[in-house]
């Protein structure tokens, strides 16, 4: 399941690249702009910033910005630097041998539904968010 804090980091992103390059956004912006709490803005800043994806400058006249092209980031990224691989269902991707593995008629059905989901994941980028107006998430 994708967590709600991927969701936020996905909005965030989104926000940053609502506005002009370079732009410089403080996370009180962010958290009222979108209606994330702000403790979690702080917190997943941190991660898009160890991710490469932002940018930070402390001070009166500091912010959060956009580092990347978000064009090149699509949600899957997002989704797996916070909430690590995701996966439709357990069985995909348990270390622990399924004893009917070799003969699960669901197997099949679960693989075509993960490729299926991590390839619109794919497709989406920051940009394209952005460039809808993602303010309504």
Known sequence: MI?????????ILAELASHPP?????????ARNRAIPANLVVQLLAALKEAG???GTRGPSGGIKLI???AE?????????????????????????????THCSLRGVWAKAQQNMLSVLEEVT???L????????
Do not use: H
């Open 3 to 11: 967590t709600k804090k991927a969701e936020y980091a996905i909005i």
């Open 22 to 30: 370079g732009s410089m956004v403080t996370s009180k912006e962010i």
């Open 53 to 55: 994806w932002t940018s």
């Open 68 to 70: 990347i092209d978000p």
């Open 73 to 101: 980031v699509n949600l899957r990224q997002v989704i797996e630097t916070i909430d690590g691989p995701i996966g439709i269902t357990r069985c995909l991707f348990s270390n622990t041998p399924c004893q009917n593995k």
């Open 126 to 128: 920051i940009k394209d």
């Open 130 to 137: 952005a460039e809808k107006g993602a303010k309504d998430c």
